[in-house]
C-alpha cells in the first residue's frame, strides 16, 4: 500500500483514522519560505470534525506536531513531517464490519486485496481522516504559490437541489478567493448557506446523507504550465483530486458542458487588453493544450453521499457467505461536502505547486 506523490514536490501520508496518529512528510519544499501557521491552522479548522451540526460528532484537535523541516517557522529545504495525533476514536462501533462490509464503502475490495488484514477502525488508511494532513500539506502549499502571485480557493457550487453561485470563470478576483478560504461554509451567495443548511438538515433527521458540487479557482498562473499527452494539468490536477475519498467526478471548466454544445458558442476567442493577450471566454477553465493559459484555473468536483447512514442496508457476511442486513452505528457525516471544500483546494494547490517547481 503507497501512498506517495508528487514529482519535485513529493507528500507521502501515513496512518489510520483509529490508529495512534496520521500524518506526512513533505520532500521537495525550497528553504527560506516562511510559514504563517495561522493559515495552516484556518485550513486545517474549516477541515476538522465535530465543529458544525452538518459534520460527524467526532471532535479532533488537529493541530499538528511539526517534526522537521523548518527553524523558527521557516523552512530549512529538509523534509517537513507532521503528525496528527487520533484522540477520539470508538472503534468498537466497527467490530462486525470485517466481516460484513458497508456498501459503498473500501471494504470488500480492501479485504480482498489484503487478505482480511486491513485496519477497519474508521475506514483505516482508506478514511476520509487522511485527509488532515493532506490540508496540512496543501496550506503549505497555498503559501509556496502565494510568493508567486498565485491564489487558490473554493465554494460549495451545490448540495443536493441547493446551488450557490458559480464562479464567472472569465473574472475571479483574489479577494473573493481570500474571502471564501476563511469561511467555514464557504459559499459566494450568502442567502445560500442556510438553505444548503436546511438541506442537510432534511437528510439527517432522515438517517440519510446527500452529496454535492464544489467549485475551485486558481489565479495568478502564467501561461504554459503544464504540458501535452501524459503531462496536462487536468491529468496531474485530477490524479489528486481523484485521492480525496468521496470524489467521484472531476471537469475543467464547461466540462460535461461541451457535450450539448457547438463550437462557435464555447471556443475561447482573443483579445489585446491592457497590451496583453487575454481570453474573452473561458469556457475550457484555463487549460488549452493541457497547459495553463493566463485565465482562471476553474476545476469542480462531484462529492457523493456519505455511504455510512444509519439506515438498514444490504450486505453479505463474508464468513458464512450469506446475505445479512447491516445497520451502521457510530459517527458520520449527513454531508461531507462543508468539510471537503479545503481539501479541494489543498489537492489544487499541491498539484499546481509540484508544477511549478
Aim: hydrophobic share 35%; glycine share 12%; proline share 5%.
Amino acid at each position: 500500500m503507497s501512498s506517495v506523490t508528487g514529482n519535485k514536490l513529493k507528500l507521502s501520508i501515513f496512518g489510520e483514522s483509529h490508529g495512534e496518529a496520521i500524518g506526512c512528510v513533505i520532500d521537495g519544499l525550497p528553504s527560506g519560505l516562511k510559514l504563517d501557521f495561522e493559515k495552516i491552522y484556518k485550513d486545517l479548522e474549516r477541515r476538522a470534525p465535530g465543529r458544525d451540526k452538518t459534520a460527524t460528532a467526532r471532535y479532533e484537535k488537529d493541530i499538528p506536531r511539526v517534526l522537521s523541516g523548518t527553524l523558527n517557522g521557516v523552512t530549512t529545504g529538509a523534509p517537513l513531517a507532521a503528525v496528527f495525533e487520533n484522540e477520539n476514536t470508538k472503534s468498537g462501533d466497527y467490530d462486525n464490519m470485517l466481516k460484513v462490509p458497508r456498501p459503498s464503502h473500501s471494504d470488500y475490495p480492501a479485504y480482498v486485496k489484503y487478505g482480511g488484514n486491513n485496519d477497519i477502525r474508521g475506514g483505516g488508511h482508506f478514511s476520509g481522516r487522511l485527509t488532515a494532513p493532506l490540508v496540512f500539506a496543501g496550506a503549505v502549499a497555498k503559501q509556496l504559490l502565494a510568493e508567486r502571485g498565485i491564489t487558490v480557493g473554493a465554494h460549495i457550487k451545490q448540495i443536493g437541489s441547493v446551488k450557490d453561485t458559480p464562479f464567472d470563470y472569465n473574472r475571479v478576483d483574489k479577494s473573493l478567493l481570500d474571502s471564501l478560504t476563511s469561511k467555514s461554509f464557504s459559499v459566494t451567495d450568502g442567502g445560500a448557506e442556510e438553505k444548503m443548511r436546511l438541506e442537510i438538515e432534511k437528510y439527517r433527521a432522515g438517517s440519510n446523507s446527500v452529496g454535492g458540487e464544489i467549485e475551485c479557482a486558481a489565479i495568478g498562473l502564467p501561461v504554459g504550465l503544464g504540458g501535452n499527452i501524459f503531462d496536462t494539468v487536468e491529468g496531474k490536477l485530477s490524479a489528486l483530486l481523484f485521492s480525496i475519498p468521496a470524489v467521484k467526478g472531476v471537469q475543467f471548466g464547461l466540462g460535461f458542458g461541451f457535450k450539448e454544445a457547438d463550437g462557435e458558442t464555447v471556443n475561447d476567442g482573443y483579445e489585446i487588453k491592457d497590451g496583453k493577450v487575454s481570453l474573452l471566454k473561458n469556457n475550457n477553465g484555463g487549460i488549452l493544450g493541457g497547459m495553463t493559459s493566463g485565465a482562471p484555473l476553474i476545476v469542480s468536483v462531484a462529492i457523493k453521499p456519505t455511504p455510512s447512514i444509519a439506515r438498514p442496508q444490504p450486505s453479505v457476511n463474508l464468513e458464512t457467505m450469506e446475505n445479512e442486513t447491516l445497520v451502521i452505528s457510530g459517527r458520520h457525516d449527513p454531508c461531507i461536502v462543508p468539510r471537503a471544500v479545503p481539501v479541494v483546494e489543498a489537492a489544487v494547490a499541491l498539484g499546481l505547486a509540484d508544477m511549478i517547481m
